[in-house]
Nanobody
Framework: QVQLVESGGGLVQPGGSLRLSCAAS????????MNWYRQAPGKERELVAS????????NYADSVKGRFTIARDNALNTGYLQMNSLKPDDTAVYYC?????????????WGQGTLVTVSS
């Protein structure tokens, strides 16, 4: 059974920091690229950051560049999203996603989400 479990969300003041974690089980985590998405109330889900399976390449949405850092520890089957200089616009439910493509198909798994609220 595949599980992705996010943690680390909560309430933070503008300018503050949070680190989200995504613990994976039931998959060979090191074979999957990992993505963080977010969905704010009334908005579509958007891709925030991505990291390749070995962690050698990362990409970020323009809205979070320079403030967020995606990372992973394949030995611990865990991914991370370090969020600094948080703004009210960052308020959303954050989801981790593990994705792999092979000759047999595309495999994509999602966590349940963790709420991040940025407010004074």
């Amino acid at each position: 059974q595949v599980q992705l479990v996010e943690s680390g969300g909560g309430l933070v003041q503008p300018g503050g920091s949070l680190r989200l974690s995504c613990a994976a089980s039931g998959i060979t985590f090191s074979a999957y690229a990992m993505n963080w998405y977010r969905q704010a109330p009334g908005k579509e889900r958007e891709l925030v950051a991505s990291i390749t399976s070995a962690g050698g390449k990362t990409n970020y949405a323009d809205s979070v560049k320079g403030r967020f850092t995606i990372a992973r520890d394949n030995a611990l089957n865990t991914g991370y999203l370090q969020m600094n200089s948080l703004k009210p616009d960052d308020t959303a439910v954050y989801y981790c996603n593990a994705q792999s493509s092979s000759w047999s198909g595309v495999y994509s798994y999602w966590g349940q989400g963790t709420l991040v609220t940025v407010s004074s």
